[in-house]
């Protein structure tokens, strides 16, 4: 919590925020979003939930070719887990079987569970790697398991946006 | 302040007082709206986006009324003399089949079968983008096909003009229910829903129990008939002591040949690992394909076919049926029109950095199920906990609900042949006109536009 308790001393100072709260969508369309890169499914090894690793030439000025591949790489381990076909994913069906599904009412399924080991990690990449960089990576599951879409955010030299990078690295250093 | 500003956006507030809500929005929505209601498929919702159906779902009473009229008839009429005459375990064998029928095919009918929700308006620009790379002005719509290496086998990828992307591989466009599924096996009338990735395992097991449910009764009541017969009345005699027993007959008789046949069809198809489109359309076919290749989603062994496609992991629903619409923004599912950018004032902005900060912090928190930013969960530290807590609960409901049966029942036939032909060429047609499209369609060319903007006002940084 500590994170968001640290911005608010900035909210308390400008003014017209809470009504910007709820135009947050809006000023989501507004100059700070850029541009949007989509990274696209790797299907060379069949259906299962695979991202490709190659980096987007737009990502080339902002963040270090490493730090990306080890975000794909994760999640892919991470999709690769959830799918895994092996001894507890047939007991889990089996039993799901024998139960007609109706033990799903009470069991979160392993793909559940990993989904949200993979929320718990998007979320802290986008804190840790991609906030102070003006990035943020969508959760794939949002959309549609079919790409990792990473937002690029941009200052434009509006007023009060030289603190930008200061306040961006104040909120995150803590 | 703050507590101003929570409560500002304070879900219950937001909800009990629709007009601070329409003051501050441009849509025209009253109330908070889950995304099933916007939904662009053509699929009935029930239970407040719990259950999913498919729009044409006329022959799912029939299915469910010739199943629960058997089984009344059974347990009514044949029950009581056999178990005076052979044992009690016949209703009980029967209880359980007819639940497990029962449940099987609600399953099959309410889970979400893997439908892909349509491209977002970004997404669907940045595809086009990527083809036109000539970047030029005229716009020419974008080639059906892309070709991948699966497996060191190529595939070929459509693009669906509905939904405006690359169908995943063995995705189909069902038109009955306007929505590409993944995996996609078939829409069955019977059931009333598509079969495809993630209710293919209820679909199965519906029909073999089913085939051993119509069996057991048949079996039961030519026994029935037959014992009756022998107490030294005739034939005629004994059908006429038990009426019930003929219709039974006649019911089982009938659904037996296209139950059995089916469930051994689908047995075949589970075990080389292909799906009812692609063995209608001999997409792997040894006629059409050179002689290296075959299935290339096949393991080649048959168990573990079998246990892939029946035991393997429970995919999770890509729609998010109840999650909330954002406030403000366009709905996700909905392409009609993106919002209107708003003035750009900045005297009425905050710091664009605290704004970057915010929307970042607050993008991190949405996530499937929750209420998406712009949503009333905007405040990052009174509602993160409430966040939290709530996507689980938001989570568990859909697929715990839709397990839950109306009480509703289906009849026993199968999904005739000519269903899945008519479907495959329907498939076919859908994307035939979208191909005839002289002119870009209207979304198609404000997506376009818009997904240029951000390019001419994009400055790199030095």
Redesign the interface.
């Known amino acids: 919590?500590s994170?968001?308790?640290t911005?608010?001393p900035?909210?308390?100072i400008?003014p017209?925020?809470?009504?910007?709260?709820?135009?947050?969508?809006?000023?989501?369309?507004?100059?700070?979003?850029?541009?949007?890169v989509?990274i696209q499914?790797d299907?060379?090894?069949?259906?299962t939930c695979r991202f490709q690793t190659k980096f987007p030439s737009e990502l080339e000025?902002r963040i270090e070719r490493t730090l990306f591949e080890d975000t794909v790489k994760t999640l892919n381990n991470y999709y690769a887990e959830?799918?895994?076909?092996g001894g507890q994913?047939?007991l889990?069906?089996?039993l799901?079987?024998a139960t007609?599904?109706?033990i799903?009412?009470c069991m979160?399924?392993?793909?559940?569970k990993v989904?949200k080991k993979i929320?718990k990690y998007?979320?802290e990449q986008?804190?840790k790697v991609?906030?102070p960089r003006?990035l943020?990576v969508?959760?794939p599951?949002?959309?549609?398991?079919?790409?990792i879409?990473i937002?690029i955010?941009?200052?434009?030299g509006?007023?009060?946006?030289s603190?930008?990078?200061?306040?961006?690295s104040g909120?995150t250093a803590r | 302040?703050?507590n101003?500003?929570y409560q500002?956006?304070d879900p219950r507030a937001l909800s009990v007082s629709p007009s601070s809500v329409q003051n501050?929005?441009e849509k025209k929505v009253q109330r908070l709206r889950r995304k099933w209601e916007v939904f662009p498929g053509k699929n009935r919702f029930f239970c407040d986006g719990r259950i999913i159906l498919a729009r044409q779902s006329g022959i799912l009473p029939v299915t469910l009324g010739l199943i629960v009229v058997t089984c009344g008839l059974f347990f009514a009429f044949d029950c009581p003399f056999l178990v005076t005459h052979l044992t009690v375990f016949i209703p009980v064998i029967g209880g359980v089949l007819s639940?497990?029928v029962v449940?099987?095919l609600l399953?099959t009918s309410f889970t979400d079968p893997g439908i892909?929700?349509r491209?977002?308006p970004?997404?669907a620009a940045?595809i086009e983008k990527q083809i036109d790379n000539s970047g030029s002005s005229t716009y020419r719509p974008p080639p059906r096909t892309k070709e991948?290496?699966?497996?060191q086998q190529v595939?070929k990828l459509k693009y669906c003009f509905t939904c405006k992307?690359f169908r995943?591989?063995?995705t189909s466009h069902c038109s009955l229910c306007d929505n590409c599924v993944?995996?996609f096996d078939h829409h069955c009338p019977w059931v009333g829903n598509c079969v495809g990735k993630r209710n293919y395992?209820?679909f199965y097991?519906f029909i073999i129990s089913l085939s051993f449910l119509t069996s057991f009764i048949f079996g039961c009541v030519v026994t029935h008939i037959t014992l009756r017969s022998q107490d030294g009345k005739s034939l005629i005699q004994a059908i006429q002591e038990s009426p019930a027993s003929v219709v039974e007959l006649v019911i089982c008789f009938f659904s037996i040949w296209s139950i059995l046949g089916l469930s051994g069809f689908h047995t075949y198809l589970v075990a080389s690992n292909l799906t009812t489109n692609e063995d209608i359309k001999g997409s792997w076919s040894s006629k059409r394909c050179t002689e290296e290749s075959g299935n290339?989603?096949s393991y080649n062994n048959i168990m573990?076919n079998c246990?892939?496609t029946?035991?393997?992991?429970?995919?999770?629903s890509?729609?998010?049926r109840r999650g909330f619409l954002?406030?403000?923004?366009a709905s996700p599912a909905t392409e009609t029109e993106?919002?209107p950018?708003?003035v750009?004032n900045?005297t009425?902005?905050?710091?664009?950095?605290?704004?970057?900060?915010?929307?970042?912090?607050?993008?991190?928190?949405?996530?499937?199920g929750r209420c998406p930013?712009?949503a009333p969960k905007?405040?990052?530290?009174a509602v993160?906990i409430s966040a939290a807590a709530t996507p689980?609960a938001e989570?568990?409901p859909p697929?715990?609900c839709s397990?839950q049966h109306a009480g509703r029942h289906t009849a026993a036939a199968p999904c005739p042949p000519f269903a899945r032909g008519r479907e495959r060429r329907d498939s076919f047609q859908s994307s035939n006109p979208a191909f005839r499209l002289a002119s870009p369609s209207p979304s198609l060319s404000r997506t376009f536009i818009l997904g240029e903007a951000?390019?001419v006002?994009?400055?790199?940084?030095p």
């Open positions: 919590l994170p968001y308790i911005i608010m900035y909210i308390t400008m017209y925020c809470h009504h910007h709260f709820h135009n947050l969508q809006e000023l989501r369309h507004s100059a700070s979003l850029a541009n949007k989509f499914r299907y060379s090894e069949g259906t000025s959830a799918e895994k076909i994913s047939y889990e069906g089996c799901a079987c007609a599904y109706l799903f009412l979160e399924t392993r793909y559940e989904l929320a998007i979320q986008n804190e991609y906030a003006g943020l969508t959760d599951i949002d959309r549609g398991m079919r790409v879409e937002s955010y941009e200052d434009r509006s007023s009060g946006s603190s930008g990078s200061s306040s961006v909120s | 302040m703050k101003c500003e500002q956006i501050h929005t639940l497990f449940t099987s399953r892909l929700p491209a977002t970004d997404e940045d991948i290496l699966i497996n595939v992307m995943p591989p063995r993944e995996r395992r209820f097991s290339p989603y573990t246990c892939v029946l035991c393997g992991p429970m995919p999770p890509l729609i998010d954002p406030l403000v923004a993106l919002p950018f708003p750009k900045d009425n902005m905050c710091t664009k950095s605290t704004k970057d900060v915010l929307e970042r912090l607050v993008r991190s928190l949405d996530s499937r930013p712009g905007t405040t990052p530290v993160e689980p989570r568990s697929t715990g397990r951000p390019d006002g994009f400055i790199p940084p």
